[in-house]
């Protein structure tokens, strides 16, 4: 099983909707996690971190849920512009991050 | 501007070549790393180093060498030992947060090639 599991999608909604991906993480030691999102030929960018009490930012909210090991990030009323892969990256134990292989989100017209 | 710079953008290398991606921080980051993604695939980690002359083997160093010789260089070399190594390479840099996070931010990533 992989430390970092996630739906490689694609998820296609429509400009409006409200979709919602899961990363689910095998380590229950893991204390840090984040939401990346990455563009085509691009590098990932941070869009946030996910704290215990779960967070928002305008449109998206991240949740950490320990008990079934597993964050999710909801995005409200899509845009065109949000279409990307949403990667998932935590610490497993060593300093670095270990990420998810990524959610792909097309948001059609 | 702050960031982290890789170059060049695009490498191409010759079977039983060595070659060495570059990677530069001025954000004055202690930790650097180095990740390899595949098409269609996560990021997967190749070496880390969390402080100057210091570095560790991540899951796929096999093929690949470092040094850090300077906070704010971490080169790559993908030495002929790696087999296959096209791939897109991100170098990423971080600090502790106040909040005891660590968050990492990538450089824009060089793209080999094999010919």
């Known amino acids: 099983r992989k430390e970092v599991e996630q739906d490689p999608g694609p998820f296609n909604v429509p400009e409006g909707a409200t979709v919602a991906f899961n990363c689910t993480y095998s380590n229950s030691a893991s204390q840090s996690f984040f939401w990346y999102r990455q563009d085509c030929r691009k590098e990932p960018k941070l869009l946030m971190s996910v704290y215990s009490s779960g967070n928002e930012d305008g449109r998206f909210t991240a949740q950490l849920n320990r008990a079934s090991q597993y964050i999710s990030l909801l995005i409200r009323d899509s845009k065109l512009s949000d279409s990307a892969t949403y990667l998932c990256g935590m610490d497993t134990g060593r300093r670095a991050l270990t990420f998810g292989s990524g959610t792909r989100l097309q948001v059609q017209p | 501007d702050g960031g982290i710079t890789q170059s060049p953008k695009y490498l191409f290398r010759k079977e039983g070549q060595n070659v060495t991606l570059s990677c530069e921080q001025n954000?004055?980051?202690?930790?650097m790393y180095w990740y390899r993604q595949d098409p269609g695939q996560g990021l997967r980690l190749i070496y880390y180093?969390?402080?100057?002359?210091?570095?560790q083997k991540g899951d796929i160093a096999e093929g690949y060498s470092v040094s850090r010789e300077k906070k704010e260089s971490f080169p790559l070399t993908v030495t002929s030992a790696q087999k296959n190594p096209t791939a897109f390479y991100l170098c990423?840099?971080?600090?502790?947060?106040?909040?005891?996070?660590?968050?990492?931010?990538f450089g824009p990533g060089t793209r080999l090639l094999v010919l």
């Open positions: 954000l004055n980051h202690d930790a």
């Open positions: 180093s969390q402080i100057v002359n210091d570095f």
């Open positions: 990423a840099s971080s600090s502790e947060t106040s909040g005891g996070q660590e968050t990492q931010y």
